[in-house]
């Protein structure tokens, strides 16, 4: 009886690895001295749950990136408050070794 040769172990995700659309992300977040808004990383990425990609970007690179809420008017004229994304000066220094 022959013997089949050993299989290769799966391969682990490399989670520090900068995927495209987290690359996006990241020149938009760069590029955007005043922040993102959540809909505008959304065009970013693209795609329509930026959070969870923000949260990778904390969790893999170990990124603040901080989320501020500023108040602003809705299309109904009411005062409301949303939240901004913005790079912290370490946050810009680590994503210029990653870019």
């Known amino acids: 009886m022959k013997k089949t040769p050993a299989t290769t172990a799966k391969r682990q995700p490399d989670h520090t690895k900068l ?15 005043s922040g993102l808004t959540r809909e505008e990383a959304d065009r970013a990425l693209p795609a329509s749950n930026a959070p969870e990609y923000i949260r990778q970007l904390k969790a893999r690179f170990r990124l603040e990136i901080p989320c ?4 602003f008017t809705t299309i109904d004229g009411r005062r409301s408050k949303r939240g ?16």
């Open 19 to 33: 995927t495209p659309r987290l690359k996006r992300l990241l020149v938009a977040l760069y590029s955007a001295k």
């Open 68 to 71: 501020e809420l500023v108040p």
């Open 84 to 99: 901004v994304y913005r790079l912290t000066e370490d946050d810009r220094q680590r994503v210029r070794t990653l870019l």
